[in-house]
Every structure is written in structure tokens, then in C-alpha cells.
């Protein structure tokens, strides 16, 4: 079968991802918070950006390699985390994990997957990113460091755009709950996805594994929701930058950021790198979209940036580069194709970004990353 004749960009595939999954977690992976009035300007906001074609550069091939914070990679791209990955499908982490390392570019798991660090550790390759959400305890902080370390986790991604949890209102009126409880509800959804089903009947219910031996350890008889939400919901302060910069001794990035100030402080902190990002939508409803708040980023700090939040395809990728960036990472896309294609979808995901690249490029008569041509506002 042809996948590019069936499914030749990511609305393909996310059309057919909301047929394969239950509905609770469709809206658990689609929405954004509010009105999701940010999720929309960040689409709004990438198709202002421009750039201008250029002709007679002849016959080339682009080139899609670029380098990041040291280390050469194959294409400016990567697989940003979400939260609770297997319940949009079964082994998801296992399955993002191992794609990435055949591709060679980076895998970020989030601190609430529903595998381990252990779990994941056979499957990663050379990138591996581990994003913290930052627990109050200092003992377990240090248990989380040593984990991922020992995993094979080399980056260390800190995300502080969460200072307090949101409320993401389609997911609430889905009925979806944390850990999830299959309700008669919800079970007629589920049985209307067999192939998701089936999967989930093999692994059982996804919850968040990293987190049972805190949970189990420190719970004293809490309800173990009510505790994940007390580890997972302090509110890091500039102090938190430090402790993790003298105690992780990998590359350290700081996820979440939208303001130049708030870059030019982290870049004296020490990170290693910056994420620019407003959490897709899923945060805040009054943040501009993301991609307007690079190039002020961009001028306020010489450190490698990376992107995220609205990314749909090559062009849009070659619009934040444009902009300043040095790398882009895609989260719901990824798991879209996944949700529709089962692996193979991680696959044709990448190979549609490459593809899309390349026309691009050859579009611009940028040989490479390097020659992309300055941005315009469009009308």
C-alpha cells in the first residue's frame, strides 16, 4: 500500500486517528484549554510567516542535517513528549522510542508516560530527552535525576510552564479521569475502536508507571491521584534552575518559555538550551501564539532554541528555523500517526516532514538549513 497516495500529510492521518481511538481520548490528545482561542493562534501565527521563492539555483538534493548543542543530527526535527503517551496507543513510548532511535533524532518521554525510565531504557538511541515535571521533594528529585541517568537519558528537559494545572475543559466533559476508569461510558467508546481495545487488552489500563514507586512509598493512604497531583504540581522557581543545573550533570534545557527576559536570565543560569513553547493550547488561553515570541527570544540569547506548538508540517518547521530557531519538535503529531497507522504511522510521519522539507527547500533554493531566506509577514 501506497501511504503517501492515502495519507499525504498530517490531516490525513489525524482524520483517521479520531476513528481508531475512543473519544475520551481523542479529546484528551486534541484539545487545548479554554476556548483554545491560544491553540488557534498558533496556527494563525505560523501561516502570517513567509518567506520568499527563489528561481534558477538549478538541480540539487537539499540537505536536512543540522547540529545541536554539540551533536550532529539528520534532520531538524524531533518527537516532543505527552503526557500519558499509551493511552493514545498501546506501548506508544516504546514504539516513539524505538523509531527515533532508527531515524537518529530525538525522543523526549514525559515524566508522567505511562512506561518507566527502566521500561524505555532497551529502546532508545543516542537522543534521548528525559522532560521533568519538578517533584517538591529533594529525595525524590535526586531518585528521578539518577533514573533517568541511569536509563540513558542525556538531556534533561525542565518543563515550567505548569505552575498550576489547567483546565482543559473538553477533556473534562469527555469523562475522562486520572488514573483513567473505564465507565459504561467510556466502555462503549472503547468498543467501537477494536483495534485500540484489543492492544489495551493485552497491556492493561496505561497509568504512570514512573511514578508508583513515589506513590506507593509516600501515599499514607492518600488517594494516589491526589498525591500524583501533589507531586507533579509544584511551581519551580529560579532557585529550582539552579539545584538541577549543580545536580544533573547532562545537557539541561528549560521548556515553556514565551518571554526575551525571562531567555536572557536562563542563558546566565546555564541551561543549555531554551524551549520555546506556549504547551500547544493546553495551558494558558490568553498566550500568544508561540511563533511570535521567537524572534524576540532569538535576539536576547545566543543559546541553541527549540520549538514547538502548532507544527504541521515541513513548511512550517522551515518557518520557526527562519525565525531563529535550531530545532522543532512535534508532539500530537506524532501521536496522530500513530493513532492511525499504528508504528508504521511514526514512519510515514517522518518521511511525509522529510519530503515536505525538501519541496520546500528547493522552492526557497536553499541548499540548506543555513540558506533559509528571511521571513516576511504575509497579508
Wanted: hydrophobic share 40%; glycine share 10%; with cysteine.
Amino acid at each position: 500500500m501506497d501511504l503517501h497516495a492515502s495519507y499525504p500529510a498530517l490531516p490525513d492521518l489525524r482524520k483517521r486517528a479520531k476513528r481508531r481511538i475512543p473519544k475520551f481520548v481523542w479529546e484528551y490528545l486534541d484539545s487545548g484549554t479554554g476556548d483554545e482561542a491560544t491553540k488557534r493562534r498558533n496556527r494563525a501565527g505560523l501561516d502570517r510567516i513567509g518567506m520568499m521563492p527563489s528561481v534558477l539555483h538549478g538541480e540539487f538534493t537539499p540537505d536536512l542535517g543540522t547540529s545541536l548543542m554539540g551533536r550532529d543530527l539528520p534532520l531538524p526535527f524531533g518527537i516532543a513528549p505527552i503526557g500519558m503517551s499509551g493511552l493514545m496507543w498501546p506501548d506508544a513510548e516504546g514504539h516513539l522510542a524505538r523509531a527515533a532511535a532508527r531515524t537518529g533524532i530525538p525522543y523526549c518521554i514525559s515524566t508522567v508516560a505511562t512506561q518507566s525510565p527502566e521500561d524505555i531504557a532497551p529502546h532508545l538511541g543516542d537522543n534521548a530527552w528525559f522532560q521533568m515535571y519538578p517533584p517538591r521533594d529533594p529525595d525524590i528529585r535526586r531518585d528521578m535525576l539518577a533514573r533517568a541517568e541511569t536509563a540513558g537519558f542525556d538531556t534533561l528537559v525542565l518543563t515550567v510552564d505548569v505552575p498550576v494545572a489547567s483546565r482543559r475543559e473538553r477533556q473534562v466533559r469527555s469523562g475522562l479521569t486520572n488514573p483513567p476508569r473505564l465507565t459504561p461510558r467510556l466502555l462503549a467508546q472503547v468498543a467501537m475502536c477494536p483495534a485500540w481495545a484489543s492492544g489495551m487488552a493485552r497491556r492493561g489500563m496505561p497509568h504512570m508507571r514512573g511514578l508508583d514507586k513515589y506513590v506507593n512509598a509516600a501515599s499514607d493512604g492518600k488517594d494516589p491521584t491526589a498525591h500524583v497531583g501533589y507531586l507533579l504540581r509544584t511551581s519551580p522557581d529560579w532557585a529550582y534552575v539552579d539545584w538541577l543545573r549543580d545536580n544533573w550533570q547532562g545537557k539541561l534545557l528549560v521548556k515553556g518559555v514565551l518571554r526575551a527576559q525571562d531567555a536572557a536570565r536562563l542563558d546566565k543560569a546555564g541551561v543549555d538550551g531554551i524551549w520555546v513553547s506556549n504547551h500547544a493550547g493546553r495551558q494558558f488561553d490568553g498566550a500568544p501564539a508561540a511563533i511570535d515570541t521567537l524572534a524576540p527570544i532569538r535576539a536576547a540569547t545566543d543559546l541553541p532554541l527549540i520549538f514547538d506548538s502548532g507544527i504541521e508540517g515541513g513548511l512550517d518547521i522551515l518557518r520557526a528555523l527562519a525565525l531563529g530557531a535550531d530545532f522543532v519538535m512535534l508532539g500530537r503529531a506524532f501521536h496522530f500517526a500513530l493513532a492511525a497507522l499504528g508504528p508504521a504511522g511514526i514512519d510515514h510521519l517522518i518521511d511525509i516532514l522529510r519530503k515536505d522539507l525538501v519541496s520546500n527547500m528547493g522552492q526557497l533554493g536553499a541548499r540548506t538549513l543555513r540558506d533559509l531566506p528571511a521571513p516576511l509577514t504575509l497579508g
